[in-house]
């Protein structure tokens, strides 16, 4: 009886947790300046705290965790960027900067542990586990690589203030990691529909790699919701890419594959190779003093720039992937930002829900059908004005040489009235020795001011500094600086540092190329406490050259070392092992032989040599007769 009172009693709880589980997916579309198109992927899974604990996994993927599970991590952010975002023509990052990481690969956790040591074991595994999943070279973050974080991260999850003190964060990055179709394989395996149907049908390595911009991320954290009935673990999957238009549209040889009957004919499906536009089909902007005939300088496209996702992405959506939420409500799933003025054409029998406060316009994609959206020629020119960054961030090499060199980082707060404080972080590999001493804070030319510089003080620039020293083949640098940057200024921070030598056998197989430095993780802190929370911005990553050995050396070394050992051996050798013995103590071996056989040879290189004589004397006569 008692047994089968426990089988009712689970079967009861898994019936709850399973209407507590949720799952939500949804791509925004943004049209950007200069031919761009921003694409945001946003995958949403939820799951009761108590069924991922009793691993009840539904939406929440077993693979994964599993993993947090063992570790002991409480949260979790990984992320895979490559490219650049340029906030000069495009403005405020997408989630501000949230789900964004530096070049390469980033990574990190709150893990639960009661040291110091125990934190870092766990780190390490949780590092290898996630290197076999994603297959990343995430188990390469060692200590070398990890960072302890004061200031530049805050817990996103809601945690019980009794575990607070047993967390410990760890951060790594892999800045050299390349970031290929290997890791979107195991990404989309994460999701519910395995980017068979719903809007993962449209990731595609070839696309999604072939952006300007795109970063990955995933985010497992705890929420309790303030009027909720328990506490849920929430898992968000992100991609974000820039497209440039026009080359996404470009054809790749695709058209056979897709079943284009045309595509034996068409000379551009065969040629993907670009060339430039025809001079009657460009775009000039007549309003420049210089514009002529023969000088044209390209109208900024973006209002005017047609496309559709089957031209983009290569296909349509391939139907909805679970698009009814827990009532039983269809939801939107894919949203475009554009002027109300703007026309948008969608498949046929598509539910439309339109947001005018947003300018945004959503679109419930259909259970089965697949979903098509284009955007057509426009008759208006009205354009969405992106919001601006708050903070522009540049960061660079100074010096020469193979000994010392410089880093300095140009920090531009764009607003005329508001200074803004942030948390500079910064993780320098262990042969990159800064010299603190040499530290320079200052504030450069305003574009209001006629000096050269002002009378700010570094003390008045950085109001704090959290400094961790390197130790050699143990640990890196860590520098964490929080700085305040007056209105409509720019500052200069800038270092010395002294390059160490490595050991030969610590260079990489493509020495000459240089070592990637970590990006700088710049977290904007909040101005008021009903702020949105932080927002996030990183430089991009540097290329570090350090002294390096001619490599040839070693190999020309070997191979005389070799040559003179298989000399010294053989003579060695044949001393060692044969046995020298008289002629006459030889059997069946006659002297008058020897003569005789010695005689021969060299009366029959007598021959040759006086016939070659006589040769040469005989032509030397000829020619004289003529």
């Known amino acids: 009886m008692r047994r089968f009172f426990r089988f009712l009693l689970s079967l009861l709880i898994t019936v709850i947790v399973t209407a507590d589980s949720d799952y939500h997916e949804q791509l925004v579309f943004e049209p950007l300046p200069q031919g761009s198109l921003l694409a945001s992927f946003n995958f949403k899974s939820q799951a009761s705290l108590q069924s991922f604990q009793k691993q009840h996994f539904r939406y929440i993927p077993r693979s994964l965790g599993q993993i947090i599970q063992h570790a002991k991590t409480q949260e979790l952010h990984l992320r895979f960027s490559s490219g650049r975002w340029d906030a000069e023509s495009w403005g405020a990052r997408p989630w501000g900067g949230k789900k964004e990481g530096g070049t390469g690969v980033e990574l990190w956790a709150w893990v639960e542990a009661e040291s110091d040591e125990e934190a870092f074991s766990r780190w390490i595994t949780l590092n290898n586990a996630l290197s076999g999943l994603f297959c990343a070279s995430l188990n390469f973050i060692d200590s070398t690589r990890t960072t302890r974080p004061v200031e530049s991260f805050q817990p996103t999850g809601d945690h019980a203030n009794a575990s607070l003190s047993k967390l410990h964060l760890l951060h790594g990055t892999l800045p050299r990691e390349v970031v290929c179709t290997e890791n979107l394989t195991p990404f989309l395996k994460l999701l519910p529909c395995k980017g068979k149907a719903g809007i993962s049908s449209l990731l595609d390595g070839h696309k999604l790699f072939d952006a300007s911009w795109q970063t990955m991320s995933i985010d497992v954290k705890p929420v309790c919701p303030p009027g909720g009935s328990g506490c849920l673990v929430e898992m968000e999957q992100t991609v974000d890419m820039v497209l440039d238009i026009e080359r996404s549209k470009r054809p790749r040889g695709e058209s056979r594959a897709l079943g284009n009957e045309n595509a034996a004919t068409d000379f551009m499906a065969d ?52 698009a009814t939420n827990t009532h039983g409500k269809a939801v939107e799933s894919v949203c475009i930002k554009v002027p109300k003025e703007h026309q948008i054409q969608v498949s046929e029998g598509t539910i439309e829900r339109t947001d005018p406060s947003k300018n945004q316009r959503c679109y419930v994609i259909p259970e089965s059908d697949h979903f098509e959206m284009a955007l057509p020629q426009q008759d208006s020119q009205a354009v969405i004005n992106r919001p601006q960054p708050s903070l522009y961030a540049s960061r660079s090499f100074t010096g020469h040489g193979q000994e010392r060199g410089g880093v300095q980082t140009l920090l531009t707060n764009p607003s005329p009235d508001n200074a803004i404080s942030f948390v500079y972080f910064e993780t320098l590999p262990w042969f990159m020795k800064p010299f603190m001493h040499t530290l320079k804070a200052e504030r450069l030319t305003s574009p209001s001011s006629s000096s050269s510089s002002s009378s ?161 004397q005989y032509v030397d006569k000829l020619e004289n007769v003529e």
Do not use: H
């Open 456 to 616: 700010s003080s570094k003390d008045q620039i950085i109001t704090s500094m959290y400094y961790r020293p390197a130790l050699d083949r143990q640990r890196g640098t860590q520098l964490e600086l929080q700085i305040t940057v007056p209105p409509a200024s720019t500052v200069r921070l800038a270092y010395d540092f002294e390059k160490a030598i490595l050991r030969y056998t610590e260079y990489p197989p493509d020495a000459n190329r240089g070592f990637d430095v970590a990006p700088a993780v710049i977290r904007i802190l909040p101005t008021n406490a009903s702020s949105d929370g932080a927002v996030y911005l990183r430089t991009t990553s540097l290329l570090l050259s350090l002294p390096t050995p001619d490599f040839s050396m070693p190999y020309n070394v070997i191979i005389l070392t070799s040559t003179v050992m298989a000399l010294a051996f053989g003579s060695i050798y044949n001393l060692l092992v044969r046995r020298l013995v008289g002629a006459d103590e030889v059997e069946g071996f006659s002297l008058a032989k020897v003569k005789g056989r010695l005689r021969e040879v060299r009366e029959r290189l007598m021959r040759r040599f006086w016939r070659g004589k006589e040769e040469v």
């Open 271 to 322: 040629n993907p190779i670009p060339r430039p536009v025809p001079a009657d089909e460009l775009i000039c902007d007549m309003s420049k003093p210089y514009s002529s005939p023969e000088a044209c300088y390209p109208l900024d496209v973006s209002t005017t720039q047609t496309w559709s996702l089957s031209e983009i992405f290569g296909r349509p959506i391939k139907g909805s992937c679970l």
